[in-house]
């Protein structure tokens, strides 16, 4: 113990996730944690515009908090994608 760090410390800090392998194996299980953030919903809707039935679907992020709503990562009406006034509906 002549650094002050038993070999037995030493071993118990470079193995643990802070101070040694942090980033080994943590790409793998953070891909999928990510991909559990997200989910896709369907919705039957009129368009706002001249009130024909369209498809929206939803991506939408889930929040980290129950008190706040998930946000809308990504938007597709059947109909037209960019349309404003059918994204609003989901903002």
């Given at each position: 113990m002549e650094n002050g760090i038993s070999d037995s410390s030493r071993d118990f800090w470079?193995?643990?996730r802070k101070y040694g392998r942090a980033g080994e194996h943590d790409g793998l299980q953070s891909q999928e944690e990510e991909d559990d953030r997200y989910y896709t919903q369907k919705f039957d809707a009129r368009c706002p515009v001249d009130a024909s039935k369209v498809v929206h679907t939803v991506q939408f992020r889930k929040a980290t908090c129950t008190r706040v709503d998930d946000t809308v990562e990504?938007?597709?009406c059947s109909r037209d994608s960019k349309c404003?006034?059918?994204?609003e509906n989901y903002r």
């Open positions: 470079t193995a643990s990504d938007f597709r404003v006034k059918c994204t």
